[in-house]
């Protein structure tokens, strides 16, 4: 199986259409035809249904794509690493980053060396702990920034300065929005969205074994998704502070937990990562950013 084959795989199954496909690839339909013929051939499953105009992924097809795609990302980074193993001054970063406001101390950091290294590049992808260690461990990040403490076996880290505060994100009009705090028996009966992450394992460590007495109405991998619908009147929202515009005109507010529930946040990398020579002058950066010894 050739990378070329699976580059004009995704290309079809993006275009849904095997002339316009062809067109972006710069190749003939027969090429391109024969090339996924053979690709069915060998994997020995059909991954297209053909229509009259159009042709759409089989249950296979949709597993190759997803595969497909995390083998294209990892050999186009070793190809940049490798061009870019003589290049001290320049590259790409690839980082996959949890929300939090914590994300503004990497950002400074970014910030402070690429006025250092005007060539350096960097790609940001969003996505949970789950989502994002997932990427570190195929390869096709170089750092992750996570809100849970890391596997020590497997990352080396550096923690964040501060940590996030969970809250609760309502309509200004709530009866809760009047008090200055909110203890767990002001959840209790109400309809409430979190993230999974938070739901299984920040909120069991504020409130026990009492997480059975609470209700999740809906979960959300980001927290503006979730604001939208507690705005809407459909469940009040748990989160960070100021992951949600709590201004005036957003219509919403944030209150505390009491007591106070916080999340610490890492940038972490595989153990015996190889970097290229820009990634560890940033890994440098980073520590001294921070502030802090690497662990």
Not at 147 to 158: A, G, L, R
Not at 193 to 208: A, I
Request: include cysteine; charged fraction near 30%; proline fraction near 4%.
């Amino acid at each position: 199986m050739e990378i070329k084959t699976l580059r004009y795989f995704l290309e079809v199954a993006r275009e849904e259409n095997m002339s316009r496909a062809a067109e972006r690839l710069h190749v003939s339909q027969p090429t391109l035809s024969k090339q996924l013929k053979g690709l069915e051939e060998e994997l020995g499953k059909k991954l297209f249904l053909r229509h009259s105009f159009s042709i759409e992924l089989t249950e296979e097809g949709v597993l190759l794509r997803k595969r497909a795609e995390d083998l294209i990302s990892m050999a186009d980074k070793i190809e940049e690493e490798f061009l870019s193993m003589d290049d001290v001054v320049g590259g790409n970063i690839f980082f996959g980053c949890a929300e939090s406001w914590q994300l503004r101390y990497l950002a400074r950091v970014i910030r402070n060396f690429k006025k250092l290294y005007p060539e350096f590049h960097y790609h940001v992808t969003s996505g949970d702990t789950e989502q994002v260690t997932e990427k570190l461990d195929k390869g096709l990040l170089d750092f992750a920034v996570i809100v849970e403490e890391p596997d020590y076996e497997k990352y080396n880290s550096v923690k964040m300065p501060e940590a996030d505060r969970w809250g609760l994100v309502m309509p200004a009009g709530s009866r809760l929005a009047q008090k200055r705090e909110i203890v767990f028996e002001d959840l209790r009966g109400l309809p409430l969205f979190c993230s999974e992450q938070g739901w299984h394992k920040d909120l069991p460590k504020w409130c026990g074994n009492r997480m059975e007495e609470l209700t999740l109405e809906g979960s959300f991998r980001l927290s503006y998704n979730g604001a939208v619908f507690a705005r809407e009147g459909l469940g009040y929202l748990l989160t960070f502070e100021h992951l949600v515009d709590t201004g005036e005109k957003g219509g919403l507010v944030f209150r505390p937990l009491s007591p106070v529930l916080e999340a610490p946040m890492y940038v972490i990398w595989k153990k015996r990562q190889v970097f290229t020579p820009i990634a560890e002058r940033f890994l440098r950066e980073l520590q001294s950013g921070f502030g802090l010894d690497l662990k």
